[in-house]
């Protein structure tokens, strides 16, 4: 079994800045794909970005690159998100998530973490 926990998360004015955490644990694979996900509410979960544990690849959603950076540290088991020039739109839940296919595959990951909420409001 795989266990994502997710920490970062908070309430930040219009403009500012976050840096969400995964800490990733527990069965491991060759070859995945991690990834963060976010639902607003009344909204469906979407994706945001993933990347390639091994080779660093990364696929960003297009509404979003500029402002999200999705990184990795592979000693820490770590994922992250850098979430910059932050609107109230942003506020949702977001998510960390684990799958064995590509970085390209935006659908249902098999493995998710609890979510940590994020707030952008003045």
């Known amino acids: 079994q795989v266990q994502l926990v997710e920490s970062g998360g908070g309430l930040v004015q219009p403009g500012g800045s976050l840096r969400l955490s995964c800490a990733a644990s527990?069965?491991?694979?060759?070859?995945?794909?991690m990834g963060w996900f976010r639902q607003a509410p009344g909204k469906e979960r979407e994706f945001l970005a993933a990347i390639s544990w091994s080779t660093g690849h990364t696929n960003y959603r297009d509404s979003v690159k500029g402002r999200l950076t999705i990184s990795r540290d592979n000693a820490k088991n770590t994922l992250y998100l850098q979430m910059n020039s932050l609107k109230p739109e942003d506020t949702a839940v977001y998510y960390c998530?684990?799958?064995?296919?590509?970085?390209?595959?935006?659908?249902?990951?098999?493995?998710w973490g609890q979510g940590t909420q994020v707030t952008v409001s003045s």
């Open positions: 527990g069965r491991t694979f060759s070859t995945y794909t």
């Open positions: 998530a684990l799958d064995r296919r590509t970085i390209w595959y935006r659908g249902e990951y098999e493995y």
